[in-house]
């Protein structure tokens, strides 16, 4: 879907072949979503097929040759895109999910320790990430630094759910310890 | 790589038989010269603890502290005030700056109770505020710089002098994405010259610019981060 749309948005700023589209698409994602050229050539041929591009000149010359424009009703379809926001239609299924929900069902799986090395690999990644943004020029490679971002917020996001998983385990077993009418008592550390 | 901080089996607890209350398990971890080193872990787990310690705040119940050389626990009260003005430098979430000085007074006080001239507190001071951007400001009162700005006053007094070994205790707490990520970049600086920090965080994202990552559980080191090599980034577009 978003090649579908990156290639309209290039071809809305000025008509180009494939080839040119393939790495343009590349560097306004930060340099980091490759895609392959058979798949901008069947983007391109859907979107010809849906009236959204036309080719330019001669419809004889090879593929990587032919040059495309976008169609005015490509132009309106693009910016319908661009004003509705993106929503998902139904959360993903994610791998992660599941294990945790897996692991507190079965009761003979050490969940803190899942959740710790969880945790850890995700810090690492995170870690990784932050160096390449250490690294970036901030304003040289916007694109990148927005996509490093987006990628960040995610693991973080995944670490702080990590965090909210050990907490309600921890207090669930705290709440079983304690006998009833005992207050908690926790000192910050 | 030089040590700057050693804890060897350190450990803290209050009070005495069955009230005893263990904040810190003993607990060995040491720091190099240029290393940025973040400790997570729940409220209650011991990171501050640790960081007092480290800091001359508090002295271990057992075990030994070693900062720059010296053996936190065997300094006398004033030893220990020399080693906080002139080697650890601290940085709060709360800024504790203080309201009725400027920028540079406030940066300058570390240096004017160790005894230093005014002129060269003063310059010592638009040094440091000046390595964290902040040169223009000297004169500005707290009152009238914005959160972040505030907090880069605070790591300037912290780092004033020369001190070569920052704590920070949730220092982008109260500060937006951006402004917090410029302060770890503050951070990450520092120990790029040399010098090292301890970050106390439980924010992933600003934990992310250390070198090393320590998670404490209950009052013990449990595990130990380091950067991945070469993550993938996104490599197919769907």
Known sequence: ?189 | MTTLVELDGAARWFGAGHTQVTALHPTSLTVGAGELLAVMGPSGSGKTTLLSLVGGLDKPSAGRVVVDGQDVGSLKPRELAILRRRTVGYVFQDLNLLAGLTARENVAIPLELDGRSIGEARAAANAALESVGLASLGDRFPDDLSGGEQQRVAIARALVGGRRILLADEPTGALDSMTGESVMRLLRAHCDNGGTAILVTHDAAHAAWADRVVFLRDGRLVDEAHPAPNPELATTAP
């Not at chain 1, 698409?25 to 901008?40: C, D």
């Not at chain 1, 990784?128 to 973080?156: G, H, M, N, Q, S």
């Open chain 1, 1 to 189: 879907m978003s090649v579908r749309y990156g290639l309209l948005a290039l071809l809305d700023e000025a008509p180009s072949h494939g080839y040119n589209l393939k790495t343009a698409f590349e560097r306004r994602t930060g340099g980091s979503w490759a895609i392959n050229i058979g798949q901008v050539y069947t983007t391109i041929q859907r979107l010809e097929r849906d009236g959204l591009v036309e080719s330019l000149g001669s419809s004889a010359g090879d593929d990587e040759r032919r040059e495309y424009r976008i169609t005015p009703a490509g132009r309106a379809q693009l910016a319908t895109w661009f004003e509705n926001p993106v929503v998902a239609e139904a959360p993903a299924r994610d791998e992660l999910t599941i294990k945790v929900l897996l692991a507190v069902a079965a009761g003979d799986v050490d969940v803190t320790a899942l959740l710790q090395r969880q945790r850890r690999a995700s810090i690492e990644q995170l870690q990784a990430y932050t160096r390449r943004k250490a690294k970036a020029d901030p304003k040289r490679d916007v694109a990148f630094l927005i996509l490093l971002d987006a990628l960040i917020f995610r693991t973080e996001a995944e670490i702080r759910w990590l965090d909210a998983c050990d907490a309600r385990i921890r207090s669930l077993a705290s709440a079983a310890a304690a006998p009833p009418t005992a207050g908690s008592k926790e000192t910050d550390g």
